[in-house]
């Protein structure tokens, strides 16, 4: 009857351990803001965007509990566009483990343009 005991024990420090993880990511870095873009540099550990988690898709649902989500931390930096400086579009995405430099358009206009930059190839890395 002890087992049992000695379970509850361990998923609660591995749910704290996990806690302590997120709260050691690197701040992102604001490289470039304007009225139609925000250029920042994406630190290991953020996820680009909601349901980052290899199984593809973007979920929105999740963005408002997932404290790796990047999109969703710039949200609520109000780094944004729109009325409430929340409006942000990922023109493209980094896998989790990865750094890097991230594009994320303030207005679908400015989406736009950035998406058809990309499939040209008019993006130099």
């Given at each position: 009857?002890?087992?049992?005991?000695?379970?509850?024990?361990?998923?609660?420090s591995?749910?704290?351990?996990s806690?302590?993880n997120?709260?050691?990511?690197?701040?992102?870095?604001?490289?470039?803001s304007?009225?139609?873009?925000?250029?920042?540099n994406k630190?290991?550990?953020?996820?680009?965007?909601?349901?980052?988690g290899?199984?593809?898709?973007?979920?929105?649902n999740n963005?408002?509990?997932?404290?790796?989500?990047?999109?969703?931390?710039l949200q609520?930096?109000?780094?944004g566009g729109?009325?409430?400086?929340?409006?942000?579009?990922?023109?493209?995405?980094?896998?989790?483990p990865?750094?890097?430099v991230?594009?994320?358009?303030?207005?679908g206009?400015?989406?736009?343009?950035?998406?058809?930059?990309?499939?040209?190839?008019k993006?130099?890395?």
């Amino acid at each position: 009857q002890s087992n049992p005991t000695h379970q509850v024990r361990r998923h609660t420090s591995k749910a704290s351990t996990s806690v302590s993880n997120i709260r050691k990511l690197e701040k992102p870095e604001v490289i470039f803001s304007n009225n139609h873009v925000l250029v920042v540099n994406k630190p290991a550990g953020w996820k680009s965007q909601p349901g980052d988690g290899g199984g593809g898709g973007n979920n929105q649902n999740n963005s408002a509990i997932d404290p790796k989500c990047l999109l969703t931390y710039l949200q609520s930096q109000e780094l944004g566009g729109g009325s409430l400086n929340n409006f942000l579009i990922p023109t493209h995405r980094l896998d989790q483990p990865c750094t890097g430099v991230l594009i994320f358009a303030k207005n679908g206009k400015a989406a736009s343009r950035v998406q058809v930059a990309w499939a040209k190839r008019k993006v130099k890395k």
